[in-house]
């Protein structure tokens, strides 16, 4: 194990922590709602506000960890904080020098991936870390990436209000504008935060809801509608032939064509209707109050607008569709539907491609 080395500006770095006076207090809702929101964004299991004492790692937050402090030898974040203009990330911690023999990767809680995006007080002092952790060997994608970097910002920020928070405590006299000032940090704050959540339930490419999200609307969809004698039908629609799109024109035009499909579909289909990107060229809708047949004359409809897109690939731009609606008369459920609604997108795809088929009830 390579222990991590001291900063040039340790002195300064550990005068600007103390004087948050934020080391060894209670947990705070604020942070905890950014290291799960870290989490879900990342798909990791431990997320961490991690701050770098004198000879300790100190959490504020944590999410599916027990411990509330490290020694700071062992500590990723306190290789993270020398390098403060950017994210940290160890892949597999077995593959790294580093860190192969590190008791918090030979022991528990065995880490194999880290990610630790530095927390910077104003004058640029790395403090800490908001870091995500697996016992797997990961990657991150790009837009996670961002998303790291962004809470931790937040979080940074959120540490400053504290900081500020005293020193209007102390100095400002007027209390009305103390109000003022603090109501706007929140309110920052709170629009900032949700957008972050906004951010990790959508597809960062089109726009439209990612999978996750798709999952929980259509839970609650299916919710409403059981019991009743309402409708609900859902369709999963695949672009033909679209990988021979991306090599013969590229991954930039493929991108193009995604967006231009997110964007019919949302013209097209209404408010009332639910859309999202099911996978890479696959996109999900589930259509309220719509029986089988009418679902399917719907999609035929975005089958022939499809079509009818002049995108300048090289070759028309058709999708297959694949349509299942929700069997009132038995337990049907999100995960039968999707495989209702598969098994009709795989017939059309066999049947020629370009054109719609009905799934039958089981």
Not at 291 to 302: H, I, V
Request: proline share 4%; glycine share 6%.
């Amino acid at each position: 194990m390579i222990k991590p080395r001291i900063p040039e500006n340790e002195d300064r770095r550990l005068s600007e922590l103390r004087e948050l006076e934020i080391l060894d207090t209670e947990p705070e809702q604020a942070y905890d709602d950014l290291t799960r929101i870290a989490s879900g964004i990342c798909g990791m299991p431990i997320s961490l506000v991690s701050l770098i004492d004198n000879d300790r790692q100190w959490f504020k937050s944590k999410q599916g960890l027990n411990a509330s402090e490290t020694s700071r030898d062992s500590a990723f974040c306190a290789h993270a904080i020398n390098e403060p203009s950017q994210l940290f990330v160890v892949p597999d911690a077995r593959d790294d020098p580093r860190f192969h023999d590190n008791p918090l990767v030979t022991g528990e809680p065995h880490i194999r991936f880290y990610a630790g995006a530095p927390l910077l007080t104003p004058t640029g002092a790395a403090i800490g870390t908001l870091c995500v952790i697996d016992s797997k060997p990961r990657s991150l994608e790009p837009f996670q990436a961002e998303a790291l970097l962004a809470l931790s910002r937040q979080i940074a920020a959120l540490m400053e209000l504290r900081r500020t928070t005293k020193r209007l405590h102390h100095q400002l006299v007027e209390r009305q504008w103390y109000e003022l000032q603090l109501r706007q940090y929140h309110e920052q704050l709170e629009r900032e935060n949700s957008e972050l959540t906004e951010q990790s339930r959508t597809d960062p490419l089109t726009g439209l809801l990612n999978r996750r999200a798709l999952n929980t609307s259509l839970v609650s969809a299916i919710q409403s509608v059981r019991g009743t004698n309402e409708l609900l039908a859902v369709a999963l629609l695949d672009i033909d032939h679209f990988k021979l799109i991306n090599d013969t024109c590229g991954h930039v035009e493929g991108d193009r064509v995604l967006v231009a499909v997110a964007q019919l579909l949302r013209r097209e289909c209404g408010s009332d209707a639910i859309i999202a990107r099911y996978g890479g060229e696959e996109f999900a809708i589930v259509l309220a109050r719509l029986s089988c047949e009418s679902a399917a004359a719907k999609c035929e409809s975005l089958r022939a607008a499809l079509q009818s897109l002049d995108l300048d690939v090289g070759i028309p731009v058709t999708a297959s569709f694949g349509v299942a609606g929700l069997d009132r008369r038995g337990d049907d459920d999100i995960a039968s539907l999707y495989v209702r609604a598969d098994r009709a997108l795989y017939t059309a795809k066999h049947n020629g491609r370009n054109r719609v088929e009905v799934a039958p009830f089981l």
